[in-house]
């Protein structure tokens, strides 16, 4: 992934980092905490192994992720958010959430919501 050389605006990088569809469902998954592929791959329905590899070296190329390796077999892998960069996103991406939220609520969307278990 790179980011645009000419841009008019600060968002326009920041919309570089996080265009498609899900970046900003990786980083609200890993909210809850250090995960491992397999985990994000059973909590993100419909998400391949290949995309979500993906996804994860870009989030990590911009400083929103970091990955730790610990050696032994099976190799065992573990995905973060950073501390400084991606713990500011995810408060950006809680408040995506928090308009969906409000936008499924006001079209009579709760069924999905109550299937998923966020309240509202």
Do not use: N
Request: charged fraction near 30%; hydrophobic fraction near 35%.
């Amino acid at each position: 992934m790179k980011i645009r050389e000419d841009y008019t605006c600060p968002l326009e990088i920041v919309h570089d980092i996080m265009k498609g569809k899900w970046k900003p469902i990786i980083l609200f998954q890993l909210q809850l905490g250090t995960a491992s592929l397999s985990r994000l791959e059973r909590d993100i329905t419909g998400i391949s192994q290949k995309m979500l590899l993906q996804q994860l070296k870009e989030l990590q190329e911009f400083g929103l992720v970091e990955k730790r390796t610990y050696e032994g077999y099976p190799l065992r892998v573990e995905y973060s958010l950073t501390p400084e960069r991606g713990q500011k996103m995810l408060k950006a991406v809680r408040i995506m959430q928090e308009i969906g939220v409000e936008y499924m609520v006001e079209q009579g969307l709760t069924e999905f919501l109550d299937r998923k278990g966020i309240s509202y």
